[in-house]
């Protein structure tokens, strides 16, 4: 989720129109996944797609081998930053608009 995040991210800041930019992000995510055979090992692709780095960068790659452990801790910290701040912002707000 964090690699397509950040390419939309990416492709939003160098692409002026929306549109452009959804069909700019669906066509490079298009061609990645035809480059990174993310259900298959690298051992067992064919030889013309073992040079391409895709297959190591593939955010599907790493979900389907169960590699993503230290984005789960991330995400886990993230939500629970998120726990403890969002009520301090609300009483901060509530104090502000009184």
Known sequence: MMLVESLMMIVASTVPDFLMGIITGAGIRGVMMLLEAFSRSPDRLPKPLRRYPMHYIALHKHANQG??????????????????????????????IE
């Open 67 to 96: 590699n993503g452990g230290s984005y789960r801790l991330m995400f886990w910290g993230i939500i629970k930053l998120v726990e403890k701040v969002k009520p301090i912002i609300k009483a901060a707000i509530a104090a502000a």
